[in-house]
């Protein structure tokens, strides 16, 4: 009837449970079943047919065990049959005693054979996840609140395996045992210890599902305001440097107090109704068993029943308070348990935008020549971004994408990399749609270097190597050699197993460039895509950079998305995008001579570039 006031409970919308819930609810068991029943695991299902006959052992040695604390009683008592005296009091109790512990053995026996499978179904389940988000796509994740999807995942995962352990080891177990108990007081005593047996079950169920039914909607807004601020807690922190710009810790702080302020509320709203619950369990249960062991002193006053059998419904009555408890805590922990799964169901269920074609095969690169061909797309179907583009980079070519912002320069780098696939027209790399090859192929074939290079919290040499799996710290080395970093990383204390820091923010923004261009280096990829690669660095630092950069393009096609022509004057073909068309098409010097829309950007880029100097 206790609970600790911190433990998980149900959640929902308050009052009865909906049809539709109970059809959720149903819906989500049935996903879960296969992690207990695997198709062609026979291992796992051998574990669980074990597991299911100990449970089944235990309690029959648990209903059976009072009966020799009645035989006990009786043979001090002197109203024992023979054999009660023959073996005595003392030989009895250790009777008594072996029984417990065998109950005891085979319920351990029973976890030891399911926690295997508990755990086997969590990895399986918690990596189906982890994959699934990877798979989503990039206007999903740019979307996303990181904290509030953790949250999710961790939730669900644990409820996972509540909803598998006590689902097979505490509801099945608990009818089995109040079934058996409720023969035995049928057949021992007479039908009223029965009646008053299965009204106490009777109200104390009614009364639990009742009021946590009425609770739920009290732990939805807990959870709610939980995840609301753990979510600021994490954006905040992620953003670190963003709030000290601003000197906004007081704002910050401000922020997440009322956030947990909100839940504060919740919480002892739902502690309160707990105590509640509780007192409610309590009354029913000390009731049902006063009124019990009332008519049994009643009949051992009579001559009817034996001090013994008084002891033994004592007995009894304990074994049907305790599971009747335990149900309490279950059914609370099985609701939250489902509310919180369906949101990571939820979560799977998330369809991702772009997929392989059932029949997708391996990207061939031979010579590299990518084609748009009457491109067309939008972020929002109201907002056409490129309408209707036509382009083509010849094998081994740099092909240099400048513009406006908004005209589309980024937009072209996320086709070609399949974030999105195009809504009307057509991407090729030599003469191979992209929506017919497989992804995986196709992002192995493209080395990226974005802007801001995003660093794993972890060594340089981590990654340097995270370009290609298996990597041998010779051909990292070599990476490093030829991005021109080399140097810099065996001059530090701890060179290639120096912590690169979250987000890489140990290292400078020309760092953080030259080991993404050390990763792409590592990774060998017949296309290069250059997105802004040199934008957000300073002048010194990105002619260095872009140094590193041509070297890294010779054999390979190239395409370069800039803001500052001054990187792009040597590209082998430049095209200018404005609002979402090609405007203009041709080399530096061409253009420069056409005096449009290109020569006006270098115009007014030189203008700005004086000035600053």
């Keep these: 009837m206790s609970q600790s006031v911190n433990a998980p409970e149900p959640d929902g919308t ?10 959720s609810g149903l819906r989500i068991i049935r996903r879960v079943i296969p992690y207990l029943w695997p198709e062609g695991e026979q291992w796992v299902k051998r574990r669980v047919v074990l597991a299911l006959a100990f449970l089944v052992l235990a309690k029959l040695v648990a209903v059976g065990t009072p009966f020799f604390y009645k035989a006990a009683v ?78 999710i995942i961790e939730r669900g995962v644990k409820g996972v395996e509540f909803l598998l352990r006590f689902l097979l080891f505490s509801i099945f177990p608990l009818l089995l045992q109040l079934l058996m108990i409720a023969v035995i007081f049928f057949l021992m005593f007479d039908v009223w210890y029965l009646a008053a047996v299965v009204v106490t079950i009777s109200l104390y169920v009614w009364f639990t599902f009742r009021i946590t039914e009425w ?17 600021k807690a994490v954006d905040s922190l992620l953003n670190f440097e963003t709030v000290k710009y601003f000197n906004a810790e007081g704002m910050e702080a401000r922020r997440y ?48 029943l034996t001090v013994g059998d008084f002891v033994l419904v004592n007995a009894y009555m304990i074994q049907i308070t305790m599971p009747l408890n335990f149900l309490g805590t279950v059914y609370r922990e099985i609701r939250q348990a489902l509310v919180d799964m369906a949101e990571m169901f939820d979560l799977l269920d998330q369809p991702a935008d772009v997929t392989d074609a059932p029949d997708a095969r391996a990207l061939q690169v031979t010579q590299g020549e990518i084609r748009f061909e009457q491109v067309k797309f939008g972020y929002d179907t109201a907002r056409p971004i490129l309408k209707g583009i036509d382009l083509t980079v010849r094998a081994g070519q740099t092909v240099a994408i400048v513009g406006p912002s908004g005209s589309g320069k980024s937009t ?75 140097d810099f990383i065996i001059s530090l204390p701890e060179g290639y197993e120096t912590t690169v ?25 017949p296309i290069l895509l250059l997105d802004e690669a040199t934008s957000a660095l300073d002048t010194q630092t990105e002619q260095n950079i872009q140094e590193s950069l041509r070297q890294m393009g010779q054999g390979r096609t190239v395409i370069t998305i ?13 095209v200018v995008l404005d609002q979402g068309h090609i405007v203009e ?29």
């Design 585 to 613: 098409s041709g080399t530096h010097d061409e253009l420069l001579a056409r005096n449009g829309q290109y020569a006006a950007m270098w115009a007014r880029q030189r203008i700005n570039s004086t000035v600053e100097s």
């Design 257 to 304: 107090d009322r956030a947990m302020e909100q839940y504060e509320t919740a919480a002892v709203a739902t502690n309160y109704s707990l105590a509640f619950l509780n007192f409610g369990q309590a009354f029913l249960i000390t009731s049902g068993l006063v009124v019990v062991m009332v008519m049994a002193a009643i009949g051992v006053q009579n001559g009817a």
């Design 501 to 525: 820091g979250e987000r890489g923010l140990k290292l400078s923004g020309g760092e953080k460039q030259r080991v993404g261009i050390a990763r792409t280096l590592l990774k060998n990829p």
């Design 74 to 151: 009786d043979a001090l008592a002197g109203d024992g049959a023979g054999w009660m005296l023959a073996l005595g009091a003392v030989g009895l109790t250790i009777a008594y005693g072996i029984a417990r512990l065998t109950e005891i053995g085979f319920q351990e026996l029973r976890n030891v054979l399911f926690t295997r499978v508990g755990q086997r179904a969590l990895r399986k389940l918690a990596l189906q996840t982890f994959t699934h988000i990877h798979q989503l796509s990039l206007r999903y994740h740019i979307t996303r609140k990181t904290g509030g999807l953790s949250r």
């Design 14 to 23: 308050g009052g009865q449970t909906q049809p539709n819930e109970r059809a």
């Design 412 to 486: 072209i780098g996320r086709l070609l990399f399949r974030f999105y696939d195009a809504s009307g027209g057509a991407v090729l790399i030599d003469g191979q749609d992209l929506r017919d090859v497989t992804q995986s192929s196709l992002h192995a074939a493209i080395g990226v270097v974005p802007q801001d290079t995003v660093l794993f919290n972890d060594t340089i040499a981590y990654n340097i190597a995270y370009g290609r799996e298996g990597a041998t710290r010779s051909e990292i080395e070599d990476a490093a050699r030829a991005a021109r970093i080399h």
């Design 215 to 231: 609770r739920v909607k009290q732990r939805r807004e807990m959870n709610r305001q939980d995840t609301d601020a753990n979510q």
């Design 562 to 574: 800039a803001h500052r022509l001054s990187t792009v004057v040597d590209a082998d073909r430049i």
